[in-house]
């Protein structure tokens, strides 16, 4: 069993930064796959960013250069650093673990970047 808790949402003027955190409970190892998914009003959930086990990132384009996925499996941590906001930034942001074939959500964080 995984239970995954974020922080760190807020509201933040266009350009600025924000720092979203998820805390793991489980064992850290026997998850392949980390990511960070927003859903904004109206829209469909979607992908943010992912690590692997092995550290291998992947960014969806809206975010490359912005954003940067990175895990301490020492702290059973994973985050989600972003940098130079965007109004469109603005959504639900939800931390995803996929541990022995079977996905695991967090409750949600609210961002939101005024312009």
């Known amino acids: 069993q995984v239970q995954l808790v974020e922080s760190g949402g807020g509201l933040v003027q266009a350009g600025g930064s924000l720092r979203l955190s998820c805390a793991v409970s489980?064992?850290?190892?026997?998850?392949?796959?980390l990511g960070w998914y927003r859903q904004a009003p109206g829209k469909q959930r979607e992908l943010v960013a992912l690590?692997?086990?092995?550290?291998?990132?992947n960014y969806a384009d809206s975010v490359k250069g912005r954003f940067t996925i990175s895990r301490d499996n020492t702290k059973n941590m994973v985050y989600l650093q972003m940098n130079s906001l965007k109004p469109e930034d603005t959504a639900v942001y939800y931390c995803?673990?996929?541990?022995?074939?079977?996905?695991?959500w967090g409750q949600g964080t609210q961002v939101t970047v005024s312009s």
């Open positions: 995803h673990a996929l541990s022995r074939l079977r996905g695991y």
């Open positions: 690590i692997s086990s092995g550290g291998t990132t």
């Open positions: 489980g064992n850290m190892f026997s998850i392949s796959l």
